[in-house]
């Protein structure tokens, strides 16, 4: 496939092969009709058969070459399976557009600073798995770091005291960023302010504009209820999360444009690690 992709990348020889789509030719006429020199044409033709395009016998004195459709019709299969994933229902693709609607959005919004003092935003899901439980993947730096990122992310460095005024440190990257060589895609800090285990956690987090000043600060509540549903563990949890937004910059709307989707990504990460662990059924609740 690679030399196929080569061959067909060089815009003289698509046009060879657009010419012999109408018909076997000789090397004389599709240099011709190509408005090329024949040596260079002779190359091109070499180049197109040996990566299985073109075939071409011997008459006479001339040599005709002829498309071979097999190979255009497997590449034509590929990029349609390309397509195809890339279009795939609320996938990768489709939450980039919606993040790029959102963006222009706030963008446009973002006229002054305080643009977007008072704004809220309220996540509800259904948990598997008791309070007790959901509170430890909630305050506890290995179980958050399992699920505290929108999707394709993965945390690097995370600090979080779970105790009035305790600091918290947020920082992701690309999920394949393994090396950690790319810029970071976020880094956050805050503290805490309220606890009450298995009930309720309070904080306050900032992200990080690359200037290191905070973009907005974000007042985030977590309340947490035990739920009638039925798990391993004899019950789960309703869970509910607010945001409020003050301090917000004229920057912040980058960030601001994400909270819906990023959040609500990673809350659903955090309902199929509880399921997966309790082998229970987290009834995922939407906004």
């Known amino acids: 496939m690679e030399a196929l992709l080569t061959a067909l990348a060089d815009p003289a020889r698509w046009r060879l092969v657009s010419l012999l ?14 408005e090329a020199r024949q040596p260079q044409t002779t190359k091109h033709l070499q180049t197109l058969e040996r990566a299985g395009v073109v075939t071409s016998q011997r008459t006479g ?50 006229e002054e600073p305080g643009w977007a003092d008072g704004r809220s935003f309220t996540f509800r899901r259904s948990l598997a798995g008791r309070p007790d439980l959901v509170w430890r993947h909630l305050t506890e730096a290995s179980l958050l770091a399992r699920w505290w990122t929108p999707d394709d992310l993965r945390v690097s460095e995370l600090l979080f005291e779970a105790r009035p005024g305790g600091r918290i440190v947020h920082e992701y990257r690309d999920v394949e960023d393994a090396d950690g060589s790319d810029v970071a895609a976020g880094r956050a800090e805050g503290f805490v302010e309220d606890v009450r285990p298995g009930e309720r956690l309070v904080y306050r987090l900032s992200p990080l504009l690359p200037d290191g000043g905070p973009a907005f600060t974000a007042h985030v509540a977590y309340g947490l209820r035990p739920a009638g549903t039925g798990t391993a563990t004899g019950t789960g949890t309703e869970l509910d999360v607010h945001w409020r937004i003050t301090d917000s910059t004229v ?37």
């Not at 789509?21 to 240099?31: D, H, I, K, N, Y």
């Not at 071979?68 to 590929?78: E, N």
């Not at 809350?267 to 199929?272: H, I, T, Y």
């Not at 399921?275 to 059924?281: D, P, V």
């Open 21 to 34: 789509a109408e018909r076997p030719c000789s090397v004389g006429v599709l240099a011709q009709l190509a």
């Open 61 to 110: 004195q001339r040599r005709i070459y002829a498309l071979r459709p097999g190979p255009l019709r497997d590449l034509a299969d590929v990029l349609s399976r390309l397509a195809d994933t890339a279009e795939q229902p609320d996938g990768p693709r489709a939450t980039y557009d919606r993040y790029g609607s959102a963006l222009r959005a706030e963008r446009l919004a973002a």
């Open 251 to 287: 920057e912040s709307a980058d960030f601001i444009a994400g909270i819906e989707t990023g959040f609500g990504q990673s809350l659903d990460k955090l309902a199929a690690t509880l399921a997966a662990g309790s082998h229970g059924t987290g009834t995922r609740s939407t906004q």
